[in-house]
């Protein structure tokens, strides 16, 4: 079984940065992408950013050019690191992986318990 953890979330004014960290452990063979997910009150769960494996990113059009996901490999951590916030981004995040455990004969996929994130004056 493969467990994330999430950290980082809390208040922010408009404008102001947050960063998310999210650390996968347990059996674990490879991951081959990871990423985060929010969803507000009333709405559907939507993709904010992933990262494969390679290095390869995908960002929701409303987060370009303001959020930025990485990913530490060796640490099996990935971080989102997000500026210039605005009420909208408020949600709570979740932090996504999928690859292979067990030895190499499993596929996983995993979700974090969820971390909100607040952005208001």
């Known amino acids: 079984q493969v467990q994330l953890v999430e950290s980082g979330g809390g208040l922010v004014q408009p404008g102001g940065s947050l960063r998310l960290s999210c650390a996968a452990s347990?059996?674990?063979?490879?991951?081959?992408?990871m990423g985060w997910y929010r969803q507000a009150p009333g709405k559907q769960r939507e993709l904010v950013a992933a990262?494969?494996?390679?290095?390869?990113?995908n960002y929701a059009d409303s987060v370009k050019g303001r959020f930025t996901i990485s990913r530490d490999n060796a640490k099996n951590t990935v971080y989102l690191q997000m500026n210039s916030l605005k009420p909208e981004d408020t949600a709570v995040y979740y932090c996504?992986?999928?690859?292979?455990?067990?030895?190499?004969?499993?596929?996983?996929?995993?979700w974090g318990q969820g971390t909100q994130v607040t952005v208001s004056s």
């Open positions: 990262i494969t494996s390679g290095g390869s990113t």
């Open positions: 996504n992986a999928v690859g292979r455990g067990g030895g190499g004969t499993a596929d996983f996929g995993s």
């Open positions: 347990g059996s674990i063979f490879s991951i081959n992408a």
